[in-house]
């Protein structure tokens, strides 16, 4: 068997989209996928797209994908890696493809200079946190992450 990770294209669009919506539903959050192939194709693959995407693929097959974006550090005074998405399909998990995927993104950051790679996962996925440990990545117990969407975002811009 032949594990390959690739750069996403624009004509896996559909295809990450689809694998969102099998995070979210994996998540409990189904109901919260608003984006469309559209949305996808513009964040991921438009001149000066804000994110990147790796499709992590098996034989040919693709097993998983990622998404990630570069951030910035002021106390390290460098960019960092936030990964925003690391998915496999439920039959290959376990198989190692997950831990490639990571790596490749972890190398990524190395060779671009940069000082962290962060990413949250939900406090009851129990394997997630049982996987990110093991691979000697820790909680951050003492930052809050906290967020503005929708109608909140809106209204608090407008003032």
């Known amino acids: 068997m032949t594990l390959h990770i690739r750069p996403a294209r624009v004509e896996d669009a559909e295809l990450i989209l689809a694998f969102i919506t099998e995070?979210?539903?994996?998540?409990?959050?189904?109901?919260?996928?608003?984006?469309?192939?559209?949305?996808?194709?513009?964040?991921?693959?438009?001149?000066?797209?804000?994110?990147?995407?790796?499709?992590?693929?098996?034989?040919?097959?693709?097993?998983?994908?990622?998404?990630?974006?570069?951030?910035?550090?002021?106390?390290?005074?460098?960019?960092?890696?936030?990964?925003?998405?690391?998915?496999?399909?439920?039959?290959?998990?376990?198989?190692?493809?997950?831990?490639?995927?990571?790596?490749?993104?972890?190398?990524?950051?190395?060779?671009?200079?940069?000082g962290r790679l962060e990413w949250s996962v939900l406090d009851w996925n129990e394997p997630a946190i049982q996987f990110y440990q093991s691979l000697g990545a820790e909680p951050q117990d003492e930052w809050v992450r906290y967020r503005l969407e929708g109608d909140t975002l809106r209204n608090f811009a407008r003032g």
Do not use: M
């Open 23 to 114: 995070l979210a539903e994996y998540e409990r959050a189904r109901h919260a996928v608003i984006a469309s192939v559209e949305d996808i194709r513009l964040s991921l693959f438009a001149d000066g797209a804000p994110a990147k995407g790796l499709i992590c693929e098996l034989d040919g097959k693709a097993i998983g994908y990622a998404v990630y974006f570069y951030s910035y550090s002021t106390w390290l005074g460098r960019n960092g890696i936030y990964l925003e998405d690391l998915y496999i399909t439920p039959g290959q998990r376990g198989s190692g493809s997950g831990k490639q995927l990571l790596r490749h993104i972890a190398l990524e950051a190395l060779e671009q200079g940069c």
